[in-house]
């Protein structure tokens, strides 16, 4: 699978053609890995990332990877290898950068406006 076309959702085994229900992880591109970390951009992809409300949903994401950590970085890991242990994730609306945030591993993530 190539790292441009892949999102979190379809690492944690869900299927972006098959499952048409909103989910925000569908909007959540991973653009680049290296030896310790993965770049991760998130853009529109369903009407589960309101770009109307861009505050409510990049705290919306933040919350979602806080709580599902440990099954997110077991996807990371068993793809691209077992020292992946932080991620960066850019928040675009339509047009423009929103903010970002950072993910370690066990460590809470905060949006950065």
């Known amino acids: 699978m190539s790292v441009l076309q892949t ?3 379809d690492l944690l ?8 229900k909103n989910n925000v992880l569908k ?3 991973i653009t680049n890995v290296d030896q310790f970390g993965v770049e991760i951009e998130a853009e529109p992809y369903d009407d589960a990332y309101d770009t109307d409300h861009m505050d409510e949903t990049m705290e919306k994401v933040v919350r979602i ?4 950590e440990v099954a997110i970085f077991k996807a990371l890991r068993r793809e691209y290898g077992e020292n992946i242990d932080c991620m960066s994730i850019t928040f675009f609306d339509d047009m423009t950068v929103c ?7 066990y ?3 905060k949006v950065n406006y």
């Open 7 to 9: 999102t979190l959702y």
């Open 65 to 68: 990877i806080n709580h599902r």
């Open 107 to 109: 460590v809470d993530a």
């Open 13 to 20: 085994g869900g299927s972006t053609v098959l499952d048409k």
């Open 27 to 29: 909007s959540l591109f």
């Open 99 to 105: 903010g970002g945030c950072t993910k370690y591993l």
